[in-house]
């Protein structure tokens, strides 16, 4: 029988005003306002909220108002109901200003003011960093300035910091430095919105909450772990920002470390907050530091070249807008990574992540040892040998075991069969964007989701040794993939050397 799926907490969120920096950016119109608008459609908005929007250019509220109803003609994930569209859409306001002159935070308080008293704010406000990262530190600085972080006669004031957090360890440490010079610890929301899909935080309710994983999630039973963010998407005119980051700081030291840590974390002691984030960061801190001979030999690094994706031509990666002609910014990224724990001692973990690849597919493939003895004979070309256990986190969400069973028939005969889950089965789900709950616990003030300083640290003095070895031994080969296709042939080959093979994500 089918049940409704839960909504995502019980209670709408406190009254409060939502402030966008970067209102006019991608993330806004993709992201932001269509996650604030399905929080609204289940009743875990406030009723009495605001949304400002922050940005340069010269726009009236009105207008605004108008550029957004737009967007989410085309950004909205599910069909937008014209009733409560009206009323989202009369509490949308917009600020004017550079992002580093005082005047700006001036307007902004005004407004704030206003949304208190026109619609009972309350004081509370959520402030959403969706900008260059080089105006992290000069936002919120200003806003300390202009007293709009103040947290006064019990009312909140928070910050949500986008990604990605830091170009290396040093960055990443002077910018927390900022923060906290200007923000409490408990005000500053470094956000991963990984962490907010439905699988994903489903990952340690499946490990945990079923009393059969736990005694063979281990290195005894666990041969190794595949996570795969494959994307069909090409930079989509974030080429500047491309060329400084690359797949590897861009998806793989944060969104996929993050999903790493939920495979293979201890499980917490409760689901209190700090209890879940102590076990993440344990687990970061124990991912093998490589040596530069280990990052050559473990890792891959791929660029697109002109292809074909969905049937379409498209160019390749040197050819997009604020691109460099000759650039080495890999848009392709596999690497093995080991973690030094009595738990996964020996047990590699192979991530990869891409750019116009043939499909849009995060999964994480769990595979398990091949039983002792092979009674029904060399099963290992059977492409649903050994068992698996695959977390699909998009699009299609869902979970499945890969299991062996017999095929009618008088002789014994073996094949691989699966036993699928998918969300569908709750019943119908409007799909989200997994930022709804990343904004919701925001209001909540709950930020067992969100980083803590000591695990963007972990993160990044992982990764270090791979981006000092890139660093220093520029690739020669790109690009090395044509685009539509699964990436460059050195990943198989990794893949080959240690006896397996990347798993095709599911169509
Ligand atoms: C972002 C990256 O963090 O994640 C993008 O900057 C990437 O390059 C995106 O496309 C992927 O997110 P999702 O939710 O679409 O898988």
């Known amino acids: 029988m089918n049940q409704q799926i839960e909504p995502l907490a019980s209670h709408p969120a406190p009254p409060c005003a939502v402030v966008i920096f970067g209102a006019s950016g991608d993330l806004t119109k993709r992201k932001l306002v269509p996650s604030l608008y399905n929080l609204a459609s289940i009743g875990m908005l406030p009723a009495d909220f605001s949304i400002i929007g922050v ?15 737009k967007d989410m ?14 009323k989202f859409r009369e509490r949308i306001y917009y600020c004017q200003g550079e992002f580093d002159n005082p005047e700006t935070y001036g307007r902004l308080a005004t407004l704030l003011e206003e949304s208190e008293k026109k619609h009972g704010t309350q004081g509370n406000a959520l402030f959403y960093l969706s900008v260059q990262p080089t105006y992290f530190a000069p936002i919120a600085e200003q ?28 960055s990443a440490r002077e910018l927390n430095g900022r923060l906290s010079a200007a923000l409490a610890e408990s005000q500053i929301f470094r956000i991963d ?3 907010g899909k439905e699988t994903a935080q489903n990952i340690l309710v499946f490990r945990v909450g079923n009393a059969m994983f736990e005694p063979i999630w281990n290195r005894h039973h666990i041969d190794h772990v595949q996570i795969t963010v494959a994307e069909s998407i090409g930079v989509e005119g974030r080429g500047a920002f491309y060329e400084t980051a690359g797949a590897f700081r861009d998806v793989i030291q944060n969104h996929m470390f993050m999903l790493m840590a939920l495979i293979a974390m201890e499980p917490p002691n409760s689901l209190a907050g700090e209890a879940v984030r102590n076990e993440k960061v344990k687990l970061l801190q124990a991912v093998r530091q490589m040596t530069p001979d280990e990052v050559l030999r473990d890792t891959v690094r791929g660029q697109y070249g002109a292809g074909t994706v969905n049937g379409k031509p498209v160019p390749g990666y040197r050819e997009e807008k604020n691109v460099a002609p000759d650039s080495t910014i890999e848009t392709y990224a596999a690497l093995k990574l080991g973690i030094d724990n ?10 990869r992540s891409g750019k116009r690849l043939p499909r849009r597919s995060t999964e994480i493939i769990v595979r398990f040892k091949s039983p002792a003895l092979s009674l029904f004979g060399d099963n290992e070309a059977d492409p649903l040998g050994p068992n698996r256990l695959i977390f699909h986190i998009q699009p299609e969400e869902g979970i499945a075991l890969q299991v062996r069973a017999k095929v009618p028939g008088p002789t014994i005969c073996t094949r691989g069969v699966k036993l699928d889950f998918g969300y569908s089965q709750f019943g119908p789900v409007a799909p989200t964007t997994g930022y709804e709950k990343m904004m919701y616990d925001c209001m909540m003030g709950d930020s067992t989701l969100f980083h803590r300083t000591d695990m963007v640290d972990a993160a990044w003095i992982a990764a270090q040794p791979i981006i000092e070895t890139w660093a220093a031994n520029p690739p020669t080969d790109l690009p090395n993939y044509a685009a539509g296709t699964w990436g460059p042939a ?11 093979n990347w798993q095709i994500p599911v169509a």
């Open 55 to 69: 940005a340069r250019r010269e726009m009236s509220h009105d207008a605004f108002r108008e550029q957004m109803t």
């Open 342 to 351: 009595w738990r996964w001692a020996g047990v590699p973990f192979y991530l």
């Open 143 to 170: 806003l300390k300035q202009h007293n709009l972080v103040e947290e006064k006669d019990g009312h909140w004031r928070r910050v949500i910091v986008e990604k990605p957090f830091g170009h290396d360890l040093a």
């Open 490 to 500: 050195a990943a198989e080959e990794m893949m080959h050397r240690d006896q397996h």
């Open 193 to 195: 919105h990984y962490l």
């Open 73 to 86: 003609q085309e950004f909205a994930t599910q069909k937008i109901d014209p009733a409560l569209w009206d």
